[in-house]
């Protein structure tokens, strides 16, 4: 069979092989070259003139192991029978070759009625290289999420769960496996307030219908959960450009108890305050009333909107 590269009669079949953009190479039954396209050539990075037709698989072996592009071969003859050997002439196969410049090539073989085959080779380097980035990245992305503090859920347009973080899974005890990608918002809800009851309530059905139909809302909304455990959650929910939201959770239980003490105090000290017998006023550096009791207007004869939180010295002196 007269063709590849370089002869003057080309067949159609030929033309076809030098306008595709992979390299292309067919072989008989006997191993021997009786086709391949310029890219072949190209890919490979074959002197010129050192392919053509007649030649056989093993010729090619031994020219890249010269190469090196196997690695180091003691034995280049005994290395290209032994992987002449191991070919199945029946079997597809296909594998990725990196070779020493860094390119990436997807190398096919296909078994052809007659006995030869056909092996294709396929660049595919910055394929990979946009893998490895796109991994990396996800990779980033997965150990930043994992090392925060606050939960964090992302959902799809559709409501699917698209995202989330250990963080999350801990802070609502999820058991393992119950969380999965693909989830829509209504179930993990049906699971956390009907089946689990984590959160109170009546009717914890129509709760979760009402959270759902919530979350179509395309505004950013902050609200605080209490738990049946007392733990207090604040989700914090912002709609996403193409239709979904982001949710992220924060146990903020110790700013709500540390909130309600200090109110607790500041209650207990002002009934404190205004049932002493002495009257208290306090300025600070600037004269200005930042702490009164009652009875220190009574002492005075002061109205409220004279002596009062925020009140200065002179218009108390004015005033008496």
């Not at 009669?9 to 006997?30: F, T, Y």
Request: hydrophobic share 40%.
């Amino acid at each position: 069979m007269e063709s590849g590269p370089g002869n003057g009669n080309r067949k159609p079949q030929d033309m076809i092989l030098e306008h595709m953009s992979q390299g292309v190479a067919v072989w008989d039954s006997g191993f021997h070259l009786v086709s391949f396209n310029q890219r072949y050539i190209e890919l490979l990075r074959f002197p010129p003139g050192s392919i053509r037709i007649g030649m056989t698989y093993g010729d090619v072996f031994r020219d890249l192991a010269r190469r090196g592009e196997f690695g180091v071969v003691a034995d280049v003859e005994d290395y290209a029978e032994k992987r002449l050997r191991a070919i199945d002439r029946d079997a597809a196969t296909r594998h990725e070759r990196t070779f020493r410049d860094g390119r990436v090539l997807e190398i096919q073989r296909r078994p052809m009625p007659d006995g030869g085959f056909v092996t294709t080779f396929t660049d595919i380097t910055e394929i990979k290289r946009t893998e490895e980035e796109i991994e990396r990245k996800s990779a980033l992305l997965a150990a930043t999420l994992n090392v925060i503090d606050q939960g964090l859920v992302i959902y799809d347009r559709d409501q699917r769960l698209q995202l989330f973080n250990e963080a999350y899974l801990r802070l609502f005890a999820f058991p393992p496996g119950v969380v999965t990608l693909g989830m829509t918002y209504e179930q993990i809800l049906t699971f956390l307030l009907v089946e689990q009851g984590v959160y109170l309530g009546d009717d914890l059905r129509r709760e979760v219908l009402r959270r759902v139909e919530a979350a179509r809302d395309r505004k950013p909304r902050k609200t605080v959960h209490r738990r049946r455990n007392g733990v207090c959650i604040s989700v914090n929910r912002v709609p996403l450009p193409d239709g979904g939201f982001v949710l992220t959770f924060a146990d903020i239980t110790a700013e709500i108890n540390a909130a309600e003490e200090i109110r607790k105090t500041s209650t207990l000290l002002k009934a404190t305050q205004d049932n002493m017998l002495q009257g208290i006023c306090v300025y600070d550096k600037d004269f200005t009333i930042v702490n009164i009791n009652r009875r220190y207007l009574e002492l005075y004869e002061l109205p409220e909107d004279v002596a009062h939180i925020g009140a200065s010295f002179r218009g108390i002196v004015a005033f008496r």
